[in-house]
C-alpha cells in the first residue's frame, strides 16, 4: 500500500496539518522509497473519540486540494458520505 518502515512509523509523530471535524489531515513520517512526506486524511470515530486513516494521499497537493474543497473530502471517504450535492433537485 504504501513503502513505509515499520519501524520508523511506530516512532514516527503524527503532526496535524489541519483539522475540521470529523476529519483531520496529518503527516506521519517519510515515505522510505522516495523520501516524501506521507500525508494522510483520517476520520474521527464517535465511539472510540480516536482518529484512523481512512485514504492515503499520492502528494502533498492532493492534500492541498482536500483542505481547499472539504467535499472533496467527503467524496474521498470510503463510508460514501453524501458530497457535491446539488442545492436545487430537478
Request: proline residues 4%; glycine residues 4%; contains cysteine.
Amino acid at each position: 500500500m504504501n513503502d513505509l518502515d515499520p519501524t520508523s512509523v511506530a516512532t514516527t509523530k503524527t503532526t496535524v496539518i489541519h483539522e475540521r471535524f470529523p476529519y483531520r489531515y496529518v503527516q506521519r513520517g517519510y515515505i522510505q522509497l522516495n523520501g516524501k512526506p506521507d500525508f494522510r486524511l483520517q476520520k474521527a470515530n464517535e465511539y472510540t473519540k480516536k482518529y484512523s486513516d481512512i485514504y492515503l494521499f499520492d502528494n502533498g497537493d492532493q492534500m492541498l486540494l482536500a483542505i481547499e474543497d472539504f467535499e472533496y473530502a467527503k467524496w474521498l471517504d470510503p463510508a460514501g458520505v453524501n458530497c457535491y450535492v446539488k442545492d436545487v433537485a430537478n
